[in-house]
């Protein structure tokens, strides 16, 4: 499987996609411990986590290994991620202060994301889920 620049979906990868939407749409968002990135177990329901390892300091994003498939479009991954380091930002499975109660109080992903501009990666995943959705449940009632 490669991206469109020949290379592969890899833990390699994703450090870039990471780096990337840092960079991009949270740039005043300082990295104030270790975050690492890395595909996890093939997962259908649960696309993504962040976890805080506080005897280490650590973050570390896992994102499911289905997103691997070349099939699956870029922006649902660079969704995937862009969520996680929402709560990130958010003082959620980081060292940083907690700015809400819940991690999706109030739909607070969503304004998040619009306000960095990146509701056009929110647009794509959620068109993408309907579609998904289907299938997957065709996928269950054909077992």
């Given at each position: 499987?490669?991206?469109?620049k020949?290379g592969?979906r ?9 780096d ?12 104030i ?16 986590s ?7 300091g650590?973050?570390?994003i896992t994102?499911?290994s ?32 907690r700015?809400?109660k819940?991690?999706h109080?109030?739909?607070?992903i969503?304004?998040?994301m ?30």
């Amino acid at each position: 499987m490669s991206n469109s620049k020949g290379g592969v979906r890899d833990n390699a990868w994703l450090l870039s996609r990471l780096d990337y939407l840092w960079g991009t749409y949270f740039p005043d968002v300082a990295q104030i411990n270790p975050v690492f990135i890395s595909f996890g177990r093939f997962a259908r329901l649960r696309f993504g986590s962040i976890k805080f390892n506080s005897k280490e300091g650590k973050t570390h994003i896992t994102i499911t290994s289905m997103f691997k498939d070349q099939r699956i479009p870029q922006e649902v991954v660079d969704h995937t991620i862009g969520h996680e380091l929402c709560h990130y930002t958010h003082g959620f499975s980081s060292p940083r202060r907690r700015l809400h109660k819940y991690p999706h109080s109030g739909g607070v992903i969503k304004k998040e994301m619009d306000e960095r501009g990146m509701l056009h990666l929110y647009m794509a995943y959620k068109k993408w889920l309907k579609i998904y959705r289907e299938d997957l449940k065709i996928y269950y009632l054909s077992r």
